[in-house]
């Protein structure tokens, strides 16, 4: 039952620790380096209680993850981000405007498969590490580097919401 998953949700600090948040900076950065795009990972324990008893999805709250940190607020409009939310084993993956027309939805859910196969094995830190460097490729390849913005829009560190 989805509620009893975010009551008893792990804790996100415990889940990732220092070195883990560093690992996940460092990759967005390396990314980062070979294209002009802008990505950002943002994760959630569990939801809040409004949300859940709204039925809130977690598409729906990536969506709104995207607007709260403002991923849509790049020069060329190609921010991504890769959302986890542990509760409900579910990831997500939100581009801007500019990458619509060119990236198309299996691609993306080829990236989402690979992190939940992953995920499945217990192996977190490699999941999101996995999705960032395969959405860094797509980035790399519609936005080569120098093609985008000359400051770094978005912040690398993880965004740990809730």
Same mark, same amino acid.
């Given at each position: ?53 709204? =039925?809130? +999805?977690?598409? !729906? ?7 709260? &940190?403002?991923?849509? @607020?790049?020069? /060329? ?26 990236? =198309?939805? +299996?691609?993306? !859910? ?7 196969? &992953?995920?499945?094995? @217990?192996?977190? /830190? ?37």
């Amino acid at each position: 039952m989805r509620i009893w998953r975010h009551l008893f949700a792990p804790s996100l600090h415990r889940t990732f620790s220092e070195a883990r948040l560093q690992a996940i900076t460092d990759a967005i950065a390396a990314g980062e380096r070979r294209h002009g795009g802008q990505v950002i990972f943002a994760v959630e324990a569990d939801l809040p209680w409004m949300a859940l008893w709204q =039925g809130v +999805t977690p598409r !729906q709250r990536a969506e709104h993850a995207f607007a709260q &940190l403002r991923t849509w @607020d790049t020069e /060329q409009n190609n921010g991504v981000l890769v959302y986890l939310l542990l509760a409900d084993h579910a990831i997500e993956l939100i581009a801007d405007r500019g990458l619509r027309g060119r990236v =198309g939805e +299996t691609q993306w !859910q080829a990236i989402c498969e690979h992190m939940q196969g &992953l995920l499945r094995a @217990d192996d977190l /830190q490699q999941a999101v590490l996995l999705a960032i460097a395969e959405v860094s490729d797509v980035l790399a390849g519609h936005y080569p580097p120098g093609s985008g913005s000359k400051d770094d829009a978005l912040p690398n560190t993880p965004q740990l919401l809730g």
